[in-house]
């Protein structure tokens, strides 16, 4: 049985709703506002969450194309109902899945979400007046404030952590990284970064179940990618690792405004770098005895959260 997709029905009901109250195009949707801006989208089963994602940018730009690394649920159907074009790449890491993706785009100017995040009207509105005025070409990269959105919460809250990430640029002046683990946009040293004052709502941890097996698997792919290039973690941090992650979490964070709920959060910080450090001093002993440690491959782990 599939798992009960009603709420992701309701966000694609209200989408083609608005579509069919502008001026449509061949492809279904509203003309008003359409601006020569590229998004995509990497996924795989995120048939709960890639609704609102593209609900929150298919009706203004140009075009939204979602990149599935062989998705097992409804995240293909409920994808192509929304109006996006949806191609599939088998998994090779992150880095080389976005770069995948911003080969697919027809336009210069690229937009770049992941499955787990929103687009805040906010952040839509300052985007579409940059395409309606020359501000736009002042920088060829533009930041984007993505702020963490709790189980509990419709939206970020004021006080939320966020983390600022290259979104939206240019794809012939700068790429993301083809790394395994870290999805990065590198811009060229001299290139001049604007700063987007809306953010991304960046619903990661839809339950603390869904954490947990996103711990185990990023934490596995970390210690790869960090093997694989000759970094080494000393295993004295074992000592401190949690309690000085659960101090960062709780106070540099800010995760104490949150109440109760701040040392939950606070906790499964500290436990998702503890995880790290463990997997990486295991997978040395392991080593040394002759007895290599084993892991699931990355592509058979991915799920992007």
Not at 146 to 168: C, G, M, N, Y
Not at 199 to 210: A, G, N
Not at 260 to 289: C, D, H, P
Request: charged fraction near 25%; glycine fraction near 6%.
């Amino acid at each position: 049985m599939r798992p009960d997709i009603s709420s992701q029905s309701k966000i694609i009901s209200i989408a083609e709703k608005r579509a069919q109250q502008g001026a449509a195009t061949t492809d279904g949707r509203a003309d008003e506002k359409r601006i020569p801006l590229s998004v995509f989208i990497i996924a795989k089963n995120e048939e709960e969450r890639i609704g609102r994602t593209i609900a929150s940018c298919i009706q203004w730009a140009d075009e939204v194309i979602v990149i599935d690394s062989g998705s097992t649920d409804q995240t293909v159907t409920v994808a192509q109902r929304m109006g996006a074009r949806v191609l599939h790449n088998d998994w090779n890491g992150y880095g080389l899945q976005k770069r995948f993706g911003e080969d697919q785009c027809r336009h210069d100017w690229i937009l770049n979400i992941d499955a787990d995040e929103v687009v805040t009207p906010a952040l839509r509105d300052e985007i579409l007046g940059l395409f309606q005025t020359s501000v736009l070409a002042n920088y060829d990269f533009w930041e984007v404030d993505i702020r963490d959105v709790w189980p509990h919460e419709e939206t970020a809250a004021r006080h939320a952590f966020s983390h600022k990430q290259i979104r939206l640029y240019r794809k012939s002046i700068g790429r993301f990284s083809a790394s395994s683990v870290h999805d990065t946009v590198r811009p060229p040293s001299t290139a001049k970064i604007g700063m987007l004052k809306g953010h991304m709502d960046h619903r990661s941890i839809p339950s603390i179940t869904f954490h947990y097996d996103k711990m185990n698997r990023y934490s596995t792919m970390q210690v790869q990618e960090m093997r694989g290039r000759g970094r080494r973690l000393p295993r004295y941090r074992l000592l401190f690792e949690f309690p000085l992650a659960f101090l960062k979490g709780y106070l540099v964070r800010g995760y104490c405004r949150y109440g109760w709920w701040g040392l939950i959060a606070s906790t499964n910080y500290a436990v998702s770098r503890y995880l790290r450090l463990a997997k990486f001093v295991e997978a040395e002993l392991m080593e040394q005895s002759g007895r290599p440690a084993k892991h699931p491959s990355p592509s058979a782990q991915h799920k992007k959260a």
